[in-house]
């Protein structure tokens, strides 16, 4: 069964950092692109960041929300992907999720498996 | 950024009814839409890639047309599962932008 499982989530001072981890399995890991979007409370959907394959070097692309203060990663050998966050501020409140990146055959990733989300929680 | 307009962004339907949300893309994004669908709670749920190929294992009342700008997403007999939140999503340039979403309601 396909499975990505969020955590790292929590309360956070602003000004403070977090690392958010997500652990697949299921499948083939190193070949996918991944990402990560929030979803503010009662809001709508917000992509966060992207990170490529092996392939593609694991080159990254950020929302402009969080350009230099978050940073994507990958570790392939234990099929994790990261989320390290630092500089919170109180709009950053949101449920994290990651999700795997799929293309069908133009070269153009969407997102097809969903976690199940972790929480964070950015307050003094 | 390509800025992504869903209407309505609420709507309130009977089982059996067919139910169309529209999306519209600030510019031509070629067919690179897809959509979810998100219930309370819970994680959002891929339905439609590439504006009109049903994911693996998605219902067939599910069905999705449109390329360029206009994308609409029609399911053609309401069930009561299909009660949720719906999104499209861009996926032609960076960054990725998501439509306000249309919450589907029971009438």
């Known amino acids: 069964e396909v499975q990505l499982v969020e955590s790292g989530g929590g309360l956070v001072q602003p000004g403070g950092s977090l690392r958010l981890s997500c652990a697949a399995s299921?499948?083939?890991?190193?070949?996918?692109?991944m990402d990560w979007v929030r979803q503010a409370p009662g809001k709508g959907l917000e992509w966060v960041a992207r990170?490529?394959?092996?392939?593609?070097?694991?080159?990254?692309e950020y929302a402009a929300s969080v350009k230099g203060r978050f940073t994507i990663s990958r570790d392939d050998s234990r099929n994790s992907l990261y989320l390290q966050m630092n500089s919170l501020k109180t709009e950053d409140t949101a449920v994290y999720f990651c999700?795997?990146?799929?293309?069908?055959?133009?070269?153009?990733?969407?997102?097809?498996?969903w976690g199940q989300g972790t929480t964070v929680t950015v307050s003094s | 950024d390509i800025q992504m307009t869903q209407s309505p962004s609420s709507l309130s339907a009977s089982v059996g009814d067919r139910v169309t949300i529209t999306c519209r893309a600030s510019q031509g994004i070629g067919n690179h839409l897809a959509w979810f669908q998100q219930k309370p709670g819970k994680a959002p749920k891929s339905l439609i890639y590439?504006?009109?190929s049903l994911q693996s294992g998605v219902p067939s009342q599910f069905s999705g047309s449109g390329s360029g700008t206009d994308f609409t997403l029609t399911i053609s007999s309401l069930q009561p599962e299909d009660f949720a939140t719906y999104y499209c999503q861009h996926y032609n340039e960076y960054p990725l932008t998501f439509g306000g979403g249309t919450k589907v309601e029971i009438k």
């Open positions: 299921g499948f083939t890991f190193s070949d996918h692109y």
């Open positions: 999700a795997r990146g799929s293309h069908y055959g133009d070269g153009y990733h969407t997102m097809d498996v």
């Open positions: 990170t490529r394959n092996r392939a593609r070097s694991y080159t990254t």
């Open positions: 590439a504006a009109s």
